[in-house]
């Protein structure tokens, strides 16, 4: 049972990391004008990231100085995933042992 808690957990880091990736590229290219947020389906795929992700930025932005042009939250949370990915790697001990 709590070998199962592990892999949850493992995979919904994953997939928070999966979904930051996309924001970030997709970000990229609206900012380079590759896509266009005037185009129905890449509005609302931009508008469901945000949303998505927006919870996780806030707390961390209201806290970094400002930066300018420069969000830095991401990074922040890219951070914070890779220090709870280790975390529970180095005691999945715990989550198998029982």
């Known amino acids: ?3 199962t808690l ?3 957990l493992q995979l919904i880091l994953q997939v ?5 990736i996309v924001h970030i590229i997709m970000s990229w290219l609206i900012n380079f004008q590759v896509l266009n947020l005037r ?4 509005a609302q795929i931009w508008d469901g990231l945000n949303r998505l992700l927006e919870p996780l930025y ?5 806290i970094l100085p400002s930066t300018g042009g420069l969000d830095l939250a ?3 949370v890219f951070i914070i995933i890779i220090i709870l990915q280790r975390a529970l790697a180095n005691n999945a001990g715990f989550f198998y042992g029982m």
Do not use: D
Not at 16 to 20: K, L
Not at 39 to 42: A, G, H, K, N, S
Not at 58 to 62: A, G, K, L, S
């Open 1 to 3: 049972m709590m070998g």
């Open 6 to 8: 592990y892999e949850a």
């Open 16 to 20: 928070v990391w999966f979904v930051m």
């Open 39 to 42: 185009q129905p389906l890449v």
């Open 58 to 62: 806030r707390p961390i932005r209201n």
């Open 74 to 76: 991401p990074l922040v």
